[in-house]
């Protein structure tokens, strides 16, 4: 069974950096991985998007130019650099992997495999 290990959560302030890795114990071929997060009473939301071959990505417009992904074949990992971030950022991020196309991308239907999540806190 395909395992999906998210680490890199913690307690920032705002403007603050954090980066996340999101692990794979198996990757896909040509599949993609995305980030998504839930915060408190929310529903979960798309944050970005990259596919394993090739690495095109995709983000929401909400964390453009502040969050950026990249992926390490090699590693089988998936990053997602946060810069910047604001309380509104506050919510626990999940890493999922699936075969998209197309704005299948940007919904977590797309995606078959998760991870447990890793809570990112902001502060003001």
């Known amino acids: 069974q395909v395992r999906l290990v998210e680490s890199g959560g913690g307690l920032v302030q705002a403007g603050g950096s954090l980066r996340l890795s999101c692990a794979a114990s198996?990757?896909?071929?040509?599949?993609?991985v995305a980030w998504f997060r839930q915060a408190p009473g929310k529903e979960r939301e798309f944050v970005g998007t990259?596919?394993?071959?090739?690495?095109?990505?995709a983000s929401a417009d909400s964390v453009k130019g502040r969050f950026t992904i990249s992926r390490d074949n090699a590693k089988n990992t998936v990053y997602l650099q946060m810069n910047s971030l604001k309380p509104e950022d506050t919510a626990v991020y999940y890493c999922?992997?699936?075969?998209?196309?197309?704005?299948?991308?940007?919904?977590?239907?797309?995606?078959?495999?998760w991870g447990q999540g890793t809570q990112v806190t902001v502060s003001s």
């Open positions: 999922a992997q699936g075969f998209c196309s197309g704005g299948g991308c940007y919904d977590q239907a797309t995606y078959n495999q």
């Open positions: 990259i596919k394993w071959s090739g690495g095109d990505t």
């Open positions: 198996v990757r896909t071929f040509s599949g993609s």
